[in-house]
């Protein structure tokens, strides 16, 4: 699904360059990017949860807000 996202994301911005969008394009454009970015949100949000920093002792500890 994400892929297809970023494939209308940049189709839109290709017809924005050169000829222009409608109201509703410019609409689902906005919509399409705040999908998008919640979805790298919560990508790196998941990432970050299973992050562990090691220290000199070889302690794992998780990372903290």
Not at 23 to 38: F, G, Q, S, T
Request: proline share 2%; no cysteine.
């Amino acid at each position: 699904m994400i892929q297809d996202t970023i494939k209308r994301i940049n189709e839109l911005a290709r017809k924005a360059k050169t000829e222009g969008l409608t109201p509703e394009e410019i609409n689902e454009r906005d919509a399409l990017r705040k999908i998008y970015i919640e979805s790298v949100r919560q990508n790196l949000t998941a990432q970050l949860d299973n992050t562990y920093i090691v220290d000199e002792k070889g302690n794992k500890r998780k990372l903290k807000e």
